[in-house]
Nanobody, 120 residues
Framework: VQLQASGGGLVQAGGSLRLSCVAS????????TAWFRQAPGKGREIVTR???????YYADSVKGRFTISRDNAKNTVYLQMNSLKPEDTAVYYC???????????????WGQGTEVTVSS
């Protein structure tokens, strides 16, 4: 599976962005898909994930502001980010794996990352 993330950019605090992660290769729907992020000088952290049943998980820091969704027909996972804060500034990565987990080591496939910058 190859993943291609896009949609990052510069936005003011309170604004919105939608990230996309398009998969090619094997059937995307059999995988759990997650968005991770890595802020400057910090480790990578999970933002949200969605599994093959549509069940989701959100980090406390983004609950109520971010929404993950998937379109299996388009092999695409989306991350709608609303009410963005400066602390959301990071490189965002999509990842796919077979397990339902927040552990980035258990995701086999990774996109190249898309940068999100939120100005105050």
């Amino acid at each position: 599976v190859q993943l291609q993330a896009s949609g990052g950019g510069l936005v003011q605090a309170g604004g919105s962005l939608r990230l996309s992660c398009v998969a090619s290769g094997r059937t995307f729907s059999i995988y759990a898909t997650a968005w991770f992020r890595q802020a400057p000088g910090k480790g990578r952290e999970i933002v949200t994930r969605i599994n093959w049943t549509g069940s989701t998980y959100y980090a406390d820091s983004v609950k109520g502001r971010f929404t993950i969704s998937r379109d299996n027909a388009k092999n695409t996972v989306y991350l709608q980010m609303n009410s963005l804060k400066p602390e959301d500034t990071a490189v965002y990565y999509c990842a796919a794996g077979k397990g339902i987990t927040n552990d980035d080591r258990l995701y086999y496939y990774w996109g190249q990352g898309t940068e999100v910058t939120v100005s105050s």
